[in-house]
């Protein structure tokens, strides 16, 4: 006799793990899995849509106990009904057949949608009756019937901007954001993601990036009119002034202090066969018309030297916008510049400032950038809150978003679906749906046990008024 344990899993659709298929003798090794491991209770089987859980098992034992129900009504319509038919031909009155006709009707009604019922998930009495056992030979048609309907009813760009426009993200959003507490875990979120993001980034990579992007727009601008324009403003509104007067004083000072040195190059350079006192006179000349040349630039303004750099500079600004020599040689020059070795460790070397300064400034709630962010957030939020043209803005840039997501991915989402419940094992798909609404399935066959009663009494009530 079958165990309770063999009923069990023949229920939910899978082999016993510890019955030996027919014919197979005790202690024989099974033979290996595809895999060339030894099947078992642990072993996923590929086709089976998921292993049965005790709940499933709890439903069926639910399916199990309105179908003993349903079935007891109708042996009961068929007791009496036979009843009945004994107690019509015994002259037992018309009573009888009144009975008689319900309790057919009621056996009719019951075995209809015993049928219907049954067909949905199985053969009935494994007969092959066209248009039987549904579910599980009509498997792969639901799930693209299911896929094409959800992507037809929920993922159009209709359903998608109506319904994110009735939940009114925007406004919802800025109320949630103004609120302090929000916007500080908002802000530490941000931050631990940042934080996050750099210790995921390796330093050797961005910084070949960062120097090859740097590098890569510098040569890229040309810049010698911008260096052009940037001079001829300056000297335009007088700001090389300060530079000038800078140099004039620093000028004067060495040369106070370094006269020995100064006298020493123009002796040396003078002539052999020059006395020597002459070459000291000369010396001594030449520094005294230096100093006297360096002390009044330094103190006359209008000195006719710096005149002179004022359009020298004026000049070599107008060549840097327009002189094609100049500016090739200012662009080689930048080349030449961006080409050594050092200038591109500085370039690369800023991103670790760059890192450890953000880094430090997203771990410190009381930093600047800490800070700041909280203070954007809030005023954002209090503007989504209270702004209705930014919150259609916000809702807008929403709805396009989803509505691209939806209408761009839409086949890839709903392939999903179907090729999901492709994969299902159809038999205990079939199972699986039954454990879940089969119980309520039951009830149709207990309502048709009823209604057909009920209709039966009542024609047959019909048909002997009419008949007389």
Excluded at 240 to 248: G, K, N, P
Excluded at 308 to 331: H, I, K, N, W, Y
Excluded at 416 to 434: G, N, P, Q, Y
Aim: hydrophobic share 45%; proline share 4%; glycine share 10%.
């Amino acid at each position: 006799m079958e165990t309770q344990r063999e009923r069990l899993f023949r229920s939910a659709g899978v082999a016993d793990p510890g019955r030996r298929p027919a014919g197979e003798r005790r202690g024989a090794r099974r033979p290996p899995g595809p895999d060339g491991a030894a099947p078992g209770p642990g072993r996923p089987n590929p086709g089976r849509m998921s292993e049965v859980s005790e709940s499933d098992e709890v439903k069926r034992r639910g399916v199990r106990r309105m179908k003993v129900f349903a079935t007891g009504l109708l042996l009961l319509a068929t007791v009496v009904f036979a009843l009945a038919r004994w107690r019509e031909e015994s002259g037992a009155g018309a009573w009888a057949g009144y009975v008689a006709a319900a309790a057919e009707a009621g056996m009719v009604g019951a075995l209809a949608d015993w049928f219907a019922v049954t067909a949905l998930f199985r053969r009935p009495m494994g007969l092959p009756i066209p248009h039987t056992a549904i579910i599980p030979t009509k498997k792969d048609a639901f799930g693209r019937t299911l896929g094409e309907f959800v992507g037809e009813n929920f993922l159009s760009e209709d359903v998608v901007r109506a319904r994110l426009r009735a939940v009114g993200i925007g406004g919802r959003l800025g109320v949630w954001l103004a609120e302090p507490a929000h916007t500080e875990r908002v802000t530490h979120e941000l931050a631990t993601a940042l934080r996050g993001a750099l210790a995921v980034l390796r330093d050797s990579d961005v910084q070949a990036v960062v120097g090859e992007a740097v590098t890569r727009q510098a040569t890229a601008q040309s810049v010698a009119p911008s260096l052009g324009r940037m001079l001829n403003k300056v000297v335009t509104d007088g700001g090389h002034h300060r530079a000038v007067d800078l140099v004039c004083v620093r000028a004067h000072d060495w040369l106070v202090e370094h006269r020995a040195s100064v006298m020493a190059a123009v002796t040396e350079g003078a002539p052999g066969w020059t006395p020597r006192f002459v070459d000291r006179r000369v010396g001594e000349r030449v520094y005294k018309e230096l100093l006297r040349f360096v002390t009044e630039m330094r103190d006359w303004p209008a000195h006719p030297a710096r005149g002179a750099l004022d359009r020298f500079l004026t000049d070599f600004a107008g060549e840097l916008r327009s002189d094609p020599d100049t500016m090739a040689r200012v662009e080689q020059l930048k080349a030449d510049v961006l080409a050594r070795r050092e200038v591109q460790e500085l370039i690369e070397s800023a991103w670790s400032a760059v890192r450890a300064m953000v880094v430090a400034a997203a771990e410190d709630p009381d930093s600047q950038l800490r800070r700041r962010a909280r203070s954007a957030l809030g005023s954002l939020g209090v503007r989504m809150r209270d702004d209705a043209r930014l919150q259609a803005k916000v809702d807008g840039w929403l709805e396009d978003a989803a509505t691209y997501v939806v209408t761009t991915y839409r086949d890839e989402i709903t392939s999903l679906i179907t090729d999901t419940v492709e994969s299902w094992d159809a038999e205990h798909t079939s199972r699986k749906i039954e454990a879940n609404v089969g119980r309520d399935l039951q009830f149709i066959r207990i309502n048709g046990t009823v209604v057909g009663a009920l209709a039966g009494l009542l024609i047959y009530t019909v048909a002997h008024a009419l008949g007389g």
